[in-house]
């Protein structure tokens, strides 16, 4: 119920649970992970500051205990039921591991790098063209395996700082 609660963007039903859970004796350390959880699967990239929050959180309650970890817990579960909601990572993630076990595929010979000598050093390989060189720091060129070069992996909301995201993909591409 407290999970779904922050999912479902309702932070009077996610801190009565959060009390809920303190009244039952529940660990600390259990809600707080909780909390992280949904900051990055529920939230995700609709408000990225949702996990630094719930991690802060994470770390300020080990370091603090009870009782004023309440308050931190509370703060926490009201920021990631208040954000906008995206789960376009979550999906994103799921669908590349289905596509890797199902799609065998080399990694394109421009991206790998070459061995310069046997301590380690390294050289771009040929036909790599390095963002950082090119106006906006971007350049056109394929970075998916050739067998799945047309995927879409990570396809975003338009909710929140997604749409952003959104927005600077079109940009670059747009050049």
Same mark, same amino acid.
């Given at each position: ?19 809920r859970m303190l009244t039952a004796g529940e660990d600390i350390k259990f809600i707080a992970r909780r909390i992280m959880i949904c900051a990055s699967e ?38 990631v039921a208040a954000a906008p909601k995206s789960n376009a990572s979550y999906l994103a993630v799921g669908k590349a591991l289905e596509n890797v076990q ?52 990570? $396809? ?5 700082? $997604? ?13």
């Amino acid at each position: 119920a407290f999970i779904k609660s922050m999912r479902g963007s309702d932070p009077d039903a996610a801190v009565y649970y959060l009390a809920r859970m303190l009244t039952a004796g529940e660990d600390i350390k259990f809600i707080a992970r909780r909390i992280m959880i949904c900051a990055s699967e529920d939230v995700g990239m609709a408000d990225p500051m949702a996990i630094v929050v719930a991690t802060s959180v994470s770390l300020a309650v080990e370091r603090i205990g009870l009782p004023e970890a309440r308050i931190l817990l509370s703060e926490a579960a009201v920021y990631v039921a208040a954000a906008p909601k995206s789960n376009a990572s979550y999906l994103a993630v799921g669908k590349a591991l289905e596509n890797v076990q199902r799609v065998k595929a080399q990694v394109p010979g421009h991206l790998k790098n070459i061995h310069a000598n046997g301590e380690g050093d390294e050289k771009q390989a040929v036909g790599y063209r390095y963002a950082h060189d090119f106006p906006n720091h971007w350049v056109d060129q394929q970075y998916l395996p050739d067998a799945v070069k047309d995927e879409k992996f990570y $396809e975003p909301t338009g909710l929140g700082y $997604e749409k952003t995201v959104i927005e600077n993909l079109k940009k670059m591409k747009d050049r």
